[in-house]
């Protein structure tokens, strides 16, 4: 099994700065603010508060790895995001299996029903996730239909190119009687 060797920070460059590009429009607070606030801004602060590596790796590292990764998304690039999501599947499932297996040992009812909710809820995140994954390598086909007349029985399906106003009587009782001489035997 390799081990994951990490270097140590630059000590020239504090790991919570980061570089922003500016312009004469607006002001320095107001692209820090923008960058804060920002998706990859707000996941970068999130993965390093809690990754394992918190304070080895710098906010600014992480956006660009961020970005690079939401770049190769939007040329159609869609091999980042499947391992991500077999990933996930595939820890969802583990986590499954884990507290299926709590479930079984001796504990009280109130925690049996604790590790049954658990182990049901990831593994129905599990199979989200793998039907995300399904959907995203054979995408289902839209059908746009002008007009469906889906009958199920003895129901009729009339259409007409122009209804009027007023409720005509006369012609609403030919059109009962017509169909109640085509239902009955």
């Known amino acids: 099994m390799k081990k994951l060797v990490t270097k140590p920070p630059e000590k020239s460059r504090d790991n919570y700065s980061v570089k922003v590009k500016l312009d004469d429009q607006r002001s320095h607070e107001a692209i820090i603010a923008q960058h804060c606030l920002s998706g990859p801004g707000i ?7 809690f990754s394992q590596y918190k ?3 710098s906010i600014y590292n992480i956006v660009d790895e961020i970005n690079r990764k939401t770049e190769e998304f939007h040329s159609g690039e869609t091999k980042g995001i499947e391992s991500i999501l077999m990933s996930q599947a595939i820890t969802l499932d583990t986590m499954f299996a884990h507290f299926a297996k709590l479930s079984i040992g001796p504990v009280g009812y109130d925690q049996l029903k604790l590790f049954v909710s658990l182990a049901l809820k990831a593994q129905n995140q599990s199979r ?3 039907d995300t994954l399904a959907n995203i390598k054979n ?6 239909t002008k007009q469906a007349n889906i009958s199920n029985g003895p129901q009729q399906v009339n259409n007409t190119l122009h ?3 007023g409720s005509d009587d006369k012609t609403q009782k030919k059109i009962i009687d017509r169909a109640k001489q085509t239902i009955e035997p």
């Open 43 to 49: 996941a970068a602060k999130v993965i390093d508060q």
């Open 139 to 144: 995408p289902r086909q839209t059908v746009i």
């Open 55 to 57: 304070g080895q790796m």
């Open 163 to 165: 209804q009027s106003s």
């Open 128 to 130: 989200a996730t793998l």
